[in-house]
């Protein structure tokens, strides 16, 4: 994830599944780098 905001790569959603909703470190990274995220439940 940071190789890809360092090389200036137009940003998107990122999508992630349900079991990433506990992971605080992953999404505390996707908001540092203000990446908007959409979580998939089931």
């Known amino acids: 994830m940071g190789s890809i905001l360092t ?4 940003q998107g959603i990122v ?6 909703g506990n992971n605080t470190r992953f ?3 996707l908001e540092d780098g203000k ?3 959409a979580r998939r439940y089931g």
């Open 15 to 20: 999508l992630i599944n349900s079991g990433y």
């Open 7 to 10: 090389r200036g790569y137009c």
């Open 27 to 29: 999404l505390k990274k």
């Open 35 to 37: 990446l908007k995220y």
